[in-house]
């Protein structure tokens, strides 16, 4: 993914945490030569309607980053029961090509495990002895333009986020390295994979 890329995605989302963030993004970039992002995504508001539309903007920006994947997108979620997330992995895999890999902890939502493997993409269902609450995506993650987006991922254009919570989004290398080598963990912890689901 490309740093105009980022660029869009920030802007097109049109909050005003978008907004702030392509400051500071030029603003670093000029001081520092570095091209490295780190935007946080903030949920909630004071107003129902601003929740909602904070809500679904923070949504299409995360998806904008998974669909300008061009090689890898590595999903990490204790669920994953967003049809518009199912959705976007899918399209991404087929359009891009690109390989997508997702770790779940045990789930009862079938369906759309089915559908991923329908697809050809690769699951695997963890079951450890204790519950595992990581949510993160790694979009090509062995790739100089990384990104990482953690945090509140498992919303829907119908379920949005009105909570308090908060997804980082960031190309910092040394983050994606620790969250490519979580994510490597993980995968290899479950020994197979959910081909037939």
Not at 34 to 40: L, R
Not at 153 to 171: E, W
């Amino acid at each position: 993914m490309y740093l105009s890329a980022w660029k869009s995605a920030l802007g097109y989302g049109g909050s005003l945490i978008c907004e702030l963030g392509l400051k500071i993004l030029r603003i670093n970039r000029n001081k520092q030569g570095d091209s490295a992002i780190n935007e946080i995504l903030l949920y909630g508001a004071e107003n129902e309607e601003h929740q909602k539309q904070i809500g679904l903007n923070n949504l299409l920006c995360i998806y904008y980053v998974i669909l300008h994947a061009s090689n890898t997108v590595d999903v990490c979620v204790p669920s994953l029961a967003s049809d518009t997330l199912t959705k976007c992995l899918i399209s991404v895999h087929q359009k891009n090509k690109v390989q997508v890999r997702i770790a779940i902890h045990s789930s009862d939502d079938f369906h759309n495990l089915q559908l991923f493997a329908q697809n050809g993409i690769e699951v695997k269902v963890m079951r450890p002895a204790v519950r595992v609450a990581h949510e993160f995506v790694v979009v090509d993650g062995g790739a100089r333009d990384a990104v990482a987006a953690l945090g509140a991922l498992d919303y829907d254009t119908a379920r949005l986020n009105c909570n308090r919570d908060a997804t980082l989004l960031s190309s910092d290398a040394a983050l994606i390295t620790a969250m490519n080598r979580e994510f490597e963990r993980i995968w290899n912890l479950t020994p197979a994979k959910t081909d037939h689901v």
